[in-house]
């Protein structure tokens, strides 16, 4: 039987055009210097993954892709092929340990040593649910002293994509399956649909801007709370030094980094001083 189009996964339904060499290096030199994602063991993934712009273009080598890529000087095909190289898997309630550190051990540290704001950075947000999720924990932890609290939450991406997605803040029920039963029903609405919305005041927390990591970061004042979790992983040992340091400089005295519990720092090599697993902190008094 021959199924229509639509039907066939992305990768066996496009006529798959490879990269060369020449290409391949071009593209995967690209992508690290402009945004540190190493991908010189993906050629698969990004065969497949850009087949359909390919298609969608009338193109059929990379060379004429990557001229027409870097010819464009409205940003669009930039941010369409960031769309599809960027891998943005995310659901609440992801290494929960986080968000229990965070309610139990980092809140109550840093709310004596703070007047009425914390500085909060999701950096690498993919669709929100980790913004939100700490939302719902400065929820949980201030409950009515919150009026008093400015703890609005900054949270980053490259891919447009899933920032719109964050912004709407609707999600599959099955994304929701790492929360509390009591905070599906606290958090979310239910949509006819069957998705599931975030309460407005959680989503009021809640800041979205596309940034790109590896840019000189700007801020006003330095953060408390950083979480860059699962991002540095598909970055090198060297572009991730460079981003903790970063992030270490736009850190406060006191304030929290949690990375992803698959990746790790060089703590030889950072001026954090190790915590727990996957989360470091600034002391320096
Ligand atoms: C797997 S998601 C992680 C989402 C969330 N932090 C979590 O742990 O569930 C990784 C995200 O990092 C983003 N990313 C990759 N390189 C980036 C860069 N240079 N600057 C900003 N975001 C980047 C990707 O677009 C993607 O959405």
Known sequence: MVLPEAELPEALSESIVHLTDAEFSTLTRFVY???????????????????????????????????????????????????????NHSFFGRENEHFEFLLRTALPYLEPRRKNDLRIWSAGCSAGQEAYNIAMVMDEYFGPRKAQWDTTILATDISTKVLKTAQEGIYPAENLIGLPEAWRRKYFQALADGNCQVAEKIRKEVVFRIFNLMNTFVYKKPFDIIFCRNVMIYFDAQTTARLVEKFYNATAEGGYLFIGHSESINREHTKYTYIKPAIYQKLTQ
């Open 33 to 87: 210097n402009k945004y540190g994602i190493d991908l010189h063991r993906k050629r698969l993934l990004i065969e497949g993954r850009l087949a359909r712009e390919l298609r969608a273009h009338n193109i059929t080598t990379f060379s004429e892709y990557m001229n027409f890529l870097f010819a464009d000087k409205t940003g669009e095909e930039m941010q369409r092929f960031l769309n599809r190289i960027t891998t």
